[in-house]
């Protein structure tokens, strides 16, 4: 217990006077060392489930096949889409944190590892946390995959620039990234940043739209429920496929600001009127106080009481194909 408060405090508490950066109402997102403590203080233990994975990817040639994805864990994604390899959010390493023997270690490993991927061109980050800007696992992909791009929040391009990772780019909301066969857009979410104790919302967040020649796709990243999501959907339409987070929103009056439930992630979906819809960020990692296997099961009940809308959790390792 003691080192999980050593690590919510590093990531929530801030010794900073000025934050550069807010969420698009104008508003910061802090918790006090009292409502932390008091969450701590009522904090249960979840019931920890070690969740499937699956070896289908196992099945396809990476290097050949086309437009699929595949679940790796947590926020990242293995996305062939025409052609363009993208990786979102990898995390590869064994904890999320900056410490190397505590802090939250995986429950699972990745479906797929590094040495499994013929080819990356993209990498996209949705911000600084440590569960989303994994540094060893950006040094490594730079090292194995010399021509990759890295597509980071405003102020998250230092931390690559240390590393001597090259081809990075950051990016403030509505900024793009445009080739000809695919444009990214960095879109406001509802969230913050940290990595140290003097550095709260000293860089950006936010979610990724991929708008292909046929159709986009868009990663939401972390977030809390907000009127982002129809922003995001008037200025660039609406994606046919969403990744949306649906884990570690427990207790809620805590986490309900920077994280969503699985009802509010059907929300999100229907207010991006996405076709298809995937849960993330949940099963990986034990990082507040649900149950395991709760998201999935009140995100199959919450798409049932909108309408059946396809909005599904899957296996690690899975292949889906883009329809």
């Known amino acids: 217990m003691i080192f999980r408060i050593l690590i919510v405090m590093c990531i929530s508490l801030s010794l900073d006077a000025y934050a550069n950066y807010k969420n698009s109402n104008g508003e910061e997102l802090n918790k006090s060392f009292r409502e ?3 969450w701590q203080r009522n904090s249960k233990d979840p019931e920890i489930s070690i969740i499937d994975l699956s070896d289908e990817w196992k099945n396809i040639n990476l290097e050949e096949a086309d437009n699929y994805f595949i679940w790796i864990g947590h926020s990242s994604f293995l996305i062939k889409k025409n052609g363009i390899t993208i990786l979102t959010d990898p995390i590869f390493s064994e904890r999320a944190s900056p410490f190397k023997n505590i802090g939250p270690k995986r429950l699972i490993p990745p479906a797929i590892y590094l040495k499994d991927i013929p080819n990356i061109d993209y990498v996209t980050i949705s911000h600084n946390h440590y569960d989303h800007l994994d540094i ?10 010399p021509d990759v791009i890295f597509l980071v929040p405003a102020g998250d391009l230092k931390l690559l620039e240390r590393k001597k990772i090259e081809n990075a780019y950051q990016f403030n909301w509505w900024e793009s990234y445009e080739t000809k066969d695919v444009t ?7 969230h913050w940043s940290k990595r140290g104790l003097f550095d709260r919302n000293k860089s950006l967040w936010g ?15 972390d977030t809390g429920y907000s009127n982002d999501f129809i922003d995001t959907k008037n200025r660039l339409g609406s994606p046919k496929y969403a990744f949306i987070p649906i884990g570690a929103y427990d207790p809620e009056w805590f986490m309900q600001n920077s994280h969503v439930n699985p009802e509010d992630a059907v929300k999100i979906m229907l207010d991006l009127e996405s076709e298809y819809s995937f849960g993330m960020h949940w099963g990986t990692f034990v990082l507040t106080d649900e149950d395991t296997l709760e998201p999935p099961k009140r995100l199959k009940k919450a798409a049932i009481n909108s309408n059946n809308v396809k909005f599904q959790s899957i296996k690690p390792g899975q292949v889906i194909k883009f329809k």
């Not at 060893?136 to 995959?145: A, M, P, R």
């Not at 990214?184 to 509802?190: A, C, I, L, R, Y």
């Open 207 to 221: 979610g990724w739209y991929m708008k292909f020649n046929d159709y986009s796709l868009y990663h939401a990243g």
């Open 136 to 145: 060893d696992s950006l040094v490594k992909i730079s090292n194995h995959y």
């Open 36 to 38: 932390l403590l008091q």
């Open 184 to 190: 990214f857009t960095f879109t406001p979410v509802q």
